[in-house]
Structure formats: C-alpha cells, structure tokens
C-alpha cells in the first residue's frame, strides 16, 4: 500500500521549483555601484597584508620582482622587494611610521636603515587600491582561494608629459562578494609608445608590466615599528 507522504512528495517538489522560478532574481550590481561600494570598504580596512609580483617585459627580457608588506591604520606601512631570478637576493625594505620613511638596501652600506625625504610617507591606505576608472565591464564572477568574487575590468591613461604618450593602463579587480573587499588586483600596463619615445640612454626601458597583488588577513593586527637608524 502506498504512503500518502511518498505521493506528496512529488507535488511538493514541483511546487519549490515553480516557487524559485518565479522568484524575482537579485541584479548584480553596475560597474560603478561595484567600483563605489569597493572604494567605501576598502576605506574601512585598519590593517591589511599583500603579495605582489611585477612582471616588466624590455629589450633585455624579461624581470620580476616580488613584493611583500603590510599596512596599519592609520600610517604604518612595511613592504620588503626582492627580484625574483636575475637579481635574486638584492633585497629593499621600507618602513614607515607616524610620516617617517626609513629604507634599507642589502647592496648599499650593508643594508643599513637610513631616513629618506622623497619616499611618501604614506599611500598604501585600501582606498588607494581602487582605481578611477575610464571604461568598466563586470565579468563572469570567479573564485579565489574558496571566495565567490566579482571581476571587474576598466582601462585608463597615465598622466605623462605634453608630447609623451601616455601609457595605458588595464584593471582587473576581483572583489569578494560577502565583503566588498579587494581579493586580487592585477595592473597591465603599455608602455610601448612612451618606450619609443624614451631617451636613447635610457637602459631597460619597459615596454610593459604586470602587477599581481593577492590581499590577505584583512583586519589582523600588524605591529610596524620604525628600525634603529643605521642598523641592520
């Protein structure tokens, strides 16, 4: 004999699907609703840590470099660079506090700290990940390292001098969708036209880059101290 539970189940099915179907979907958001929403998030992180690689292709070929560091609000930043294959081991770090820059190169005075006046003392605020864009298109959504993420791309030109060609520079934000909070950035830049207009002293001038930075541990705590002047 027949359950009467078993014959419903049928019935029930149907009637979820037919209930979804008809459901009004949720419309992503635009390209500048995402852009504005990143930007407000973005200026709300206190602390954050990143892994970049820049990728630079010249006439000598090919050069990386990668970079590490971390930024705490509301003016402390460490970030360390190292070549990656030719060059490995030629090591700059920079720190900064409270407006002071210190910086250490491992092929200069033995990789002593010394103060700097031209470095920015700061920039690395979230805020400043998230670019004004010319042009955006939202993609296909993606996942990066178990997060749904949007992709966003847009383009837009550098300010260069009157009469050097400006190079152009393409975006590809991923944005995580729980959090508004960038994911990945990756900045290609052409820089072919201003390549061919560099002086012809000018050595290993790129005729383009890629920089792939990889956020992370949002909102951990970051302790940045400034070195001792002329230590190690």
């Keep these: 004999m027949l359950n009467r539970r078993h014959l419903c189940l049928p019935w029930i099915a149907a009637a979820v ?13 635009s390209p500048e609703e995402l852009l504005a929403g990143t930007r407000d998030a973005m200026g709300g992180v206190h ?4 892994a970049a690689v820049l990728t630079g292709q010249t006439d000598d070929g ?3 470099t990668q970079i590490t560091g971390e930024w705490a609000s509301p003016d402390r930043y460490r970030m360390r660079m190292e070549p990656l294959g030719r060059g490995a081991g ?3 770090e920079i720190v900064s506090v409270g407006g002071r820059v210190l910086a250490s190169d491992s092929d200069y005075q033995g990789g002593a700290w010394t103060e700097q006046r031209s470095v ?15 042009d955006t298109t ?20 550098s300010e260069f001098s009157e009469g ?6 393409t975006y590809d934000l991923y944005i995580g969708k729980e959090n508004m909070l960038l994911q990945r950035l990756v900045i290609e830049t052409d820089f072919s036209g201003f390549a061919e207009s560099a ?7 790129p005729t383009s880059q890629r920089a792939t930075y990889d956020f992370y541990d949002y909102h951990q705590p970051v302790r940045i101290e400034l070195p001792e002047l002329g230590g190690q």
Excluded at 120 to 134: I, Q, Y
Excluded at 151 to 156: E, I, R, V, W
Excluded at 164 to 169: D, E, K, L, S, W
Excluded at 199 to 205: A, C, H, M, R, T
């Design 17 to 29: 699907i037919v209930a979804l179907a008809c459901s009004p979907s949720v419309p992503p958001p």
């Design 62 to 64: 090919v050069q990386q």
């Design 199 to 205: 002086p012809s002293n000018e050595d290993s001038v």
């Design 120 to 134: 920015p003392p700061s920039g690395l605020s979230g805020r400043s990940f998230v670019p004004e864009l010319d």
């Design 90 to 92: 030629h090591v700059q």
């Design 164 to 169: 050097i060609p400006a190079p152009v520079n």
């Design 138 to 157: 939202l993609l296909e959504d993606e996942v990066i390292d178990g997060l749904a993420v949007y992709h966003l791309a847009g383009t837009s030109m």
């Design 47 to 50: 602390s954050y840590h990143f």
